[in-house]
């Protein structure tokens, strides 16, 4: 995240070192500090041969009993389709009632997945792994360990259920959202180009894309669009005139997508996002993503200057 080139000092920024440490510690082959690897036992000859059966890791034991109650999944998603990426829903089962929908053409549904994926990537890569990072960054002493091992935490019990085999990860979510965007979803439009993957790359559709994005007046498209129009837009003049191009403007997007009604709590996705898997974690509790940009990233002679970019950002209702 670009967040890490602005945000001062007082951020919670986990050092290279300790999570190339993490990632060295569990590539040597260490096992688990409170799982340890115990030797196989000879059967006892009174033990049913089920007694063997090997013992399933946590995440594929949730999923195998969600689909033991049944295959029959929920009809239909909440009004706003978009409420149940937030609070402390079952990420899985959340998934699963979006590709129904995604796969009857509903492009909302198929750019929340997309979310869904991208969130919950680091940790079903490998879950057992992830807890392992978990125990060892919360036995390094560091300071900054605790809030992430607590948002990581997070992300760990909202995505249970999903496993390695399910292959979340970047070609994923990159293929939902051209998806997406290719039936017409404008937040996954906007995602691409921010990724550097739009669907078109002419000066003309970069700047009607954000007129589009403006226009809508979408929280998830501002969102969406934010990591393309900070340091990536320098020196495109497609872009000139725009919030765009500067340090904070990814932020002023993101805060403008905030006051469009994107939650962005404590406890949010994007919040958790930043410190699960940014290593940019807030030192005071209870911060908000506004507090959080303001007492973080924007000086006193700045923030007078993010916010003109941000009531600049909201005053474009109807331009086109």
């Known amino acids: 995240m670009t967040l890490v080139s602005t945000v001062k000092t007082w951020l919670l920024v986990l050092p290279a070192v300790a999570l ?24 006892e000859a009174a033990s049913p041969p089920a007694s063997d059966a090997p013992v399933l890791p946590e995440p594929l034991l949730r999923r195998l009993a969600r689909e033991g109650r049944g295959t029959a999944l929920p ?24 590709r129904v929908q995604a796969e009857g053409g509903n492009s909302e549904a198929r750019w929340m997945l997309s979310r869904v994926y991208d969130y919950c990537a680091q940790y ?9 990072d978990n125990n060892v960054l919360s036995g390094l002493g560091l300071s900054a360990a605790p809030t992430m091992v607590q948002a990581r935490e997070r992300v760990a019990h909202r995505c249970g259920g999903f496993v390695a085999s399910d292959n979340l990860g970047p070609a994923l979510v990159s293929s939902e959202r051209r998806r997406a965007a290719t039936q017409g979803n404008l937040p996954a439009e906007a995602s691409l180009f921010a ?27 501002f969102n969406a669009l934010a990591p393309g129009m900070g340091l990536r837009a320098a020196g495109d003049k497609a872009l000139t005139g ?43 509790g209870g911060q908000d993503f506004r507090d959080f940009v303001y007492d973080a990233a924007v000086s006193r002679q700045g923030s007078g200057k993010m916010n003109e970019w941000v009531k600049q950002l909201l005053k474009t209702r109807g331009r086109r």
């Open 20 to 43: 190339l440490g993490v990632a060295g510690y569990r590539a040597s082959g260490h096992a688990r500090p409170d799982a340890p690897v115990e030797a196989p036992s000879a059967p």
């Open 75 to 98: 009809s239909g998603l909440p009004l706003d389709i978009r409420a149940d990426v937030e609070g402390d829903t079952d990420l899985f089962a959340y998934a699963q009632r979006l």
């Open 124 to 132: 079903a890569m490998d879950p057992g792994g992830y807890r392992l």
């Open 195 to 221: 990724a550097g993957e739009p669907l078109k790359n002419t000066p003309d559709y970069r700047r009607d894309l954000v007129e589009r994005v403006l226009h809508s007046q979408d929280p998830e498209a």
């Open 242 to 284: 725009y919030v765009a191009g500067d340090p904070l403007s990814e932020l002023a997007w993101r805060m403008a997508a905030c006051e469009l009604g994107m939650p962005c709590g404590p406890d949010s996705v994007l919040v958790n996002s930043y410190c699960a898997n940014g290593g940019i974690c807030s030192t005071s």
